[in-house]
């Protein structure tokens, strides 16, 4: 079956979830149409075969249906079996997974005692330093014999103890064959993970499961998409896991890993998934629950006419085309919208918690990084005097009173009147809006933008069609995605905007969020809003942190140590720091990194500047102040 080269689901505007094989692990059963797995990993030695697992166990009890250990050496790899044979004896029979990178015979041994084997075709064959290679068609040929020849014996394991196999690509760990041969691409990484799966499809074997992770979530979607494409091109079905790896801890780490896996699994891509956080593993299940229960209550939804022309790029990022009006459209940042429609009161403290700050001594404000660029105030006014870069929008008939700020015209008001701002006027329209008569005269006026609202149960899908219209009408009027929330508790809230407006961002789409929702104050949902764009790399405000959500390989505590840096850098706007407990991603996440802190050894840390390492077996007492050095010798600190 020959995909468009475009697509990547079943369906743009419906809910369809994609066709895979059922792969069984243990007793689990993976793809087809069971549930979405949930997943998590052990942060134990695993030589600890107490600690391991307990830690088991506690993983079990939050709710884990597979669980993953790092297996290093042959070593750790043999002790497993301790570690199952206690988990059987205490009553537990939950797939185990072993986890492997470097060494190939601790695959090997470990897939004869676990249900399945995780290997990263980057290092499981190839070792990564950052070396180009000009291969001839030869050559390459003959690498690929070589990871054939490397990689057949644990096929064979596999195939004789009942093992499943997951490949998961990671793009922090390319390696320099693929990096020469594809670049540090989404197609890099899918090609790494289907050169492994051709090896096992001619040497028959098909209990296969298959991830494209990375930092970055708009690569990681991008991977996904890529391979379904790839593999539907070479008639394959194999089921997926996902996850945002090195997410980080934190708010940050929970919005960016339900916008990677929110947004694959709405578009019916997914079968299990692990949400990677810098905090306990435990901590990580009830998150992932939420990510799933979110799809589960979106899949019964009022069917979308389809549409015929999908003109979003799939595989690529390209914000949508449009005019710019004030700082909205074009190349600028989305902006942010704050709602204070619904106050009994405003005043100067109100705008504080929206990011501006003022001083009387010194009758001045303050804005700060994450400050909202525009207030929706309905009906209400400000009595006093606002900073200049604050921008005020009024209902259309408050506003047709006094002709201050700008208006919110419904799209009745905008056909039927003629008496409107000459810079800015906020359309709100929905779907149904949609009409003949508003695009043609949407298409000869400058000074609209578009505030797109939905009522649909699959959000996602019905904002996407908005913007699909809009670019095939050749309507190049900003939008500003709309969403409001009522009676959700905060962490639930917290997932489903993420992935409703996340979805949006990363496909280019939206120029600004206005976010309304009763359970939250203005303070956290201006915040909210904020840390959505950061997490889709759409509008930086803040230090971004990449850390990995430590195992049995860290060699540092990882979350004090991230708490400490975050507390020491995190007024570095727009610097990206990586954190990483060993050298398996270090090296290759350092790449996306500015800079880099990576246990290398027990109380060993090496500094990275991106892929480079500058600074090697640093004491741990140090590394923190030698990390600051560095940042400062490159000229990227500031007081």
């Known amino acids: ?118 290997i990263n075709p980057g290092n499981y064959t190839d070792k990564k330093r950052f070396q180009t290679y000009n291969y001839s068609p030869t050559q390459y040929k003959d690498e690929l014999k070589r990871i054939e020849d490397k990689f057949v014996p644990l096929i064979e394991v596999c195939k004789t103890y009942g093992t499943a196999m997951r490949i998961g690509t990671n793009h922090g760990s390319l390696s320099d064959r693929i990096m020469s041969q594809y670049g540090d691409t989404p197609l890099g990484m899918v090609e790494s993970a289907l050169e492994f799966v051709r090896v096992c499809e001619k040497h028959h074997f098909n209990q296969i499961i298959l991830s494209m992770k990375a930092s970055n979530p708009i690569i990681m979607i991008q991977a996904y998409r890529l391979l379904v494409n790839k593999m539907r091109q070479e008639n394959m079905y194999y089921p997926l896991h996902l996850g945002v790896t090195e997410a980080g801890e934190g708010d940050d780490g929970r919005i960016k890993s339900a916008i990677g896996i929110g947004s694959l699994l709405m578009d019916g891509i997914g079968d299990t998934i692990r949400v990677s956080l810098t905090e306990a593993p435990e901590k990580e299940i009830p998150i992932a629950k939420l990510i799933t229960n979110y799809v589960d209550n979106k899949k019964k939804h009022a069917i979308i006419e389809d549409v015929k022309i999908n003109p979003i790029p799939a595989f690529t990022y390209s914000k949508r085309k449009t005019h710019t009006i004030f700082n909205i459209g074009g190349t600028n940042s989305p902006i942010v919208m704050a709602n204070f429609s619904r106050k009994n009161k405003i005043d100067i403290e109100s705008l504080l918690l929206v990011g501006y700050r003022y001083s009387s001594t010194l009758d001045k404000w303050t ?33 047709k009173s006094h002709k201050k700020g700008y208006p919110l015209l419904s799209v009745e008001d905008y056909l039927l009147y003629s008496e409107f701002s000459d810079q800015l006027n906020i359309v709100d329209m929905s779907l149904n809006d949609l009409n003949p008569l508003l695009i043609e005269k949407l298409k000869n006026d400058l000074t609209v933008v578009l505030l797109i609202k939905t009522d649909h149960i699959n959000s996602i899908a019905e904002q996407r069609k908005i913007f699909i219209e809009l670019i095939n009408n050749n309507i190049l009027s900003p939008v500003i995605i709309s969403r409001s929330y009522h009676e959700l508790s905060i962490n639930t809230l917290q997932i489903e905007t993420s992935i409703d407006m996340g979805s949006l961002l990363l496909d280019g789409l939206g120029d600004g969020i206005f976010l309304t929702a009763n359970r939250l104050g203005d303070r956290e949902i201006n915040k909210l809003g904020f840390d959505i764009l950061q997490a889709t790399r759409t509008r930086i405000c803040k230090t971004e942190y990449i850390s990995c959500p430590s195992c049995g390989r860290t060699l540092f505590d990882l979350e004090e140590t991230t708490a400490k840096i975050r507390s020491a850098t995190g007024h570095l706007k727009g610097l990206k720091i990586g954190v990483m407990g060993c050298i398996v991603n270090g090296p290759g996440e350092m790449a996306d990194a500015d800079y880099g802190y990576v246990g290398t050894g027990p109380g060993k840390i090496s500094l990275y500047k991106q892929k480079e390492v500058v600074k090697k077996n640093i004491p741990t007492q140090q590394a923190i102040n030698e990390l600051i050095s560095l940042i400062k010798e490159h000229g990227d600190w500031v007081d």
């Open 1 to 118: 079956m020959n995909w468009p080269k475009n697509r990547y689901c079943n369906n743009t505007v419906n809910y369809s979830r994609i066709k895979t094989n059922e792969v069984i692990v243990g007793d689990i059963a993976i793809g087809a149409q069971n549930p979405i797995r949930v997943q998590s990993m052990t942060t134990t030695d695993t030589m600890d075969t107490s600690a391991s697992v307990q830690q088991v166990i506690s993983l079990i009890k939050a709710g884990s249906e597979l669980i993953r250990l790092t297996a290093p050496s042959i070593k750790d790899a043999k002790n497993l079996y301790n570690i199952k044979n206690i988990l059987l004896k205490k009553g537990y029979n939950h797939p185990l997974i072993a986890d492997i990178h470097f060494t190939p015979n601790a695959a090997i041994e470990a897939a004869k005692i676990v249900e399945k084997v995780r």
């Open 367 to 399: 804005i700060s990084d994450a400050a909202c660029d525009y207030i929706f105030l309905g009906d209400n006014d400000i009595s006093f005097d606002i900073p200049g870069t604050l921008r005020i929008i009024y209902n259309y008939k408050t506003w």
